[in-house]
Every structure is written in C-alpha cells, then in structure tokens.
C-alpha cells in the first residue's frame, strides 16, 4: 500500500523568503501526488498534483513542487513567502481509488 | 473543480445522540468520500458512497456508527450516531473530479463538538 510522510510538523519562514515543505512517498507503481492546503477554520483546497511529463508543477497561489523519482519526493516550494501562506501543508498520494494523506505540515511566515 | 456544501458547517453536540452532516454537490458525481479529522491530525476515510450501492467502510469504521445515504448523483450524507467525546472531529465531503490523476475536492467540513 502506498504511504507519504512528512517530515516537518513544523516550518518556519520570514516574509520574503523562499520556503519548502517536504514530502516522501512509497507506492509500488506510478505515483499520482497531491499538496493540500488548509487554512484556519476551512477546509482542504486542493493546490497542485504530479501525474506525469514535467517534474516542475505549478499550482494555485505561487506554490510549485518538484518530484523526484530517484529520491521518492514531491517537496513543495514557493520562492517568496507571504504571511497569508501561513497554514497547514498536507501531501498526499494516491494510487487507484485509494489516497493517502501525510501527517501535514504547519506552515509559519512571519513578517 | 465541484462546489461542495456541507450543513451544519458547526455544532456542539450532547453525548449519545446523533447527527446527520449533509453534502451536496454543484455537479453530478459517481464517487464520494466522507473523511474524518480529529484535532491536531491529518485525515482518514471513514467511507466511500458511490449512488446505487452500500457504502465501502475503511477498516475501523462501521455502518451502524456512521450510516451513509446517497440517493443520488449529488448528494449524501453521513449520521454520527450515539455520539461520544472521542467523536469531536471535522467530518469532511469530498467528490471525485474528471480526467487522468483524478484530484479529490474538499468541502468546507462540519466541525462537531461533543459535550
């Protein structure tokens, strides 16, 4: 079965910087992968998936992530953060119907 | 993406009854998903509610605590039944969007309090 974790349960970044938000994953096939966001009080708003071609993804907002098959990851970043980027990062994975999420991420920007 | 609208979007429940969170969808869609996500945790999937047929229950979760309804291509619902404080969680609806790779789409979710 397929996993994804990520290893930070929390990132800090000032305003202006770039930030990363990391993710792993195992899957016995392709992978299909996912980054979630969730601000306070909301729910989950969908930022960018990897299915295939281009290993540099853009997504809503300024957020990109790069999959790297030889190192089985799906790191999120954005070059410049803001403080209303602040808020939790999940990952996901997702082979056939089954998705996975990862533990999430709390993301910080101070200003 | 699908508009997904889930009621009550809060409420603060008495232990040992139930309530029914309802999801409903701008577009028509064969699956649905109901997830659970406790305080300070990522989600689970509780079920999966495909129309026509008895929900699917991931491992842990059983009909007679969270009994699913999908009576149509845009609509469910999930009961949280005799309720406990272990229950207080956000009860998230998500559809299937179309095409390779298919994203799942999040509602707003019901946050549920039991005292």
């Known amino acids: 079965a397929q996993s994804v974790a990520q290893p930070e349960d929390q990132v800090n970044v000032a305003e202006g910087n770039p930030l990363t938000v990391k993710c792993t994953y195992s899957?016995?096939?392709?992978?299909?992968l996912f980054w979630y966001v969730q601000y306070p009080n909301r729910g989950l708003q969908f930022l960018l998936k990897?299915?295939?071609?281009?290993?540099l993804v853009k997504g809503s907002y300024g957020f990109e992530a790069e999959f790297n098959k030889s190192q089985t990851s799906f790191h999120l970043k954005k070059p410049s953060a803001l403080v209303s980027d602040s808020a939790l990062y999940f990952c996901?994975?997702?082979?056939?119907?089954?998705?996975?999420f990862g533990a999430g991420t709390r993301l910080t920007v101070k200003p | 993406s699908a508009v997904i609208s889930q009621k009550p979007s809060r409420d603060i429940c008495q232990r040992g009854t139930s309530l029914t969170i309802q999801c409903q969808v701008d577009?028509?869609?064969?699956?649905m998903f109901w997830y659970r996500q406790q305080p300070g945790q990522s989600l689970t999937l509780i079920a999966t509610?495909?129309?026509?047929?008895?929900?699917?229950?991931e491992s842990g979760f059983v009909i007679d605590k969270f009994p699913i309804s999908r009576p149509n291509l845009t609509f469910s619902t999930l009961t949280v039944s005799n309720m406990s404080p272990e229950d207080s969680s956000i009860y998230l609806c998500?559809?299937?969007?179309?095409?390779?790779?298919?994203?799942?789409?999040f509602g707003e979710g019901s946050w549920l309090t039991v005292v």
């Open positions: 998500s559809v299937e969007g179309q095409g390779v790779g298919n994203t799942i789409y």
């Open positions: 899957v016995s096939g392709n992978p299909y």
């Open positions: 990897y299915i295939t071609g281009d290993n």
């Open positions: 996901a994975v997702r082979e056939r119907l089954d998705m996975r």
């Open positions: 577009s028509q869609v064969t699956m």
């Open positions: 509610a495909n129309q026509g047929s008895e929900a699917t229950y």
